[in-house]
């Protein structure tokens, strides 16, 4: 492939990866991972509620890694509520895994910003082989990836698994029990999710390019391994 298109194609990984770091940068400091509802299950049963009389006992919330908001309802209005996770939920929440969430999502934009900068290198460069050829595109791109995957599997976890939502709308709550009707991730989250394709597509960029995935041999290699073990 011609230089000029190389470089095409370099800098537009270097882009989308660019633009990747600022994507989860935003996402991290955004209370906009999950939007969830919430039924005021005790108020319910008091009056035995169904149909549109459900509507005064629901209310909702949204919330990030750090922080969130929402509203309570249990047929006497609404009660806004604000919280952060730090230091206000350390007791409900397994702090483990959130910790764990922030970490790599921090590695993660780490990484991008590192793909970003071997793009462009490779671009307008000379690159030479170790880190800085190909093999650190490839290498990068896989561990950036790995990283946007972990973060959804164990953001994923905790909100199912562990009932994120619902420990966080019954924290402190001795006279009412909130139960979780539905939970939709929002724009954060996704903004994640096209990261990891994003590191995805730049591999296959990289393979456009004209470089082959690490730990493929090439047909002129194997031809010439074959003819010095005749040689031989």
């Known amino acids: 492939m011609p230089n000029q298109q190389k470089k095409i194609i370099f800098c537009m990984a270097g882009v989308l990866s660019f633009l990747c770091a600022l994507g989860v940068v935003t996402a991290v400091g955004t209370p906009l991972w999950i939007k969830a509802t919430i039924l005021c299950k005790t108020g319910a049963l008091l009056v035995n509620a169904s149909g549109e009389e459900l509507n005064k006992f629901t209310g909702e919330m949204q919330y990030g890694l750090f922080h969130g908001e929402g509203i309570r309802q249990c047929g006497l209005g ?24 922030i970490l790599f999502s921090m590695i993660l934009v780490v990484l991008t910003m590192v793909g970003t900068a071997f793009f462009t290198y490779n671009a307008f460069g000379k690159p ?17 990836g790995s990283c946007g995957c972990l973060v ?45 394709f994003v590191h995805f597509l730049n591999g296959l960029l990289i393979r456009l390019a004209g470089f082959q ?3 493929t041999k090439s047909k002129d290699t194997e031809t010439t391994n074959v003819a010095a073990d005749l040689m031989y």
Request: proline share 6%; aromatic share 20%.
């Open 128 to 144: 030479f082989e170790t880190l800085h050829g190909p093999l650190g595109l490839y290498l990068v791109s896989f561990i950036s």
């Open 78 to 101: 609404a009660r806004p509520f604000r919280f952060s996770f730090f230091p206000d939920l350390l007791q409900a929440i397994p702090v483990s895994i959130h910790v764990n969430i």
């Open 152 to 196: 959804m599997i164990l953001f994923a976890s905790e909100v199912k698994i562990h009932h994120l939502s619902e420990k966080i709308a019954n924290f402190k709550e001795g006279t009412y029990a909130y139960k979780t009707q539905n939970e939709n991730y929002t724009t954060s989250f996704w903004v994640v999710f096209i990261c990891f």
């Open 213 to 215: 995935f690490p730990f």
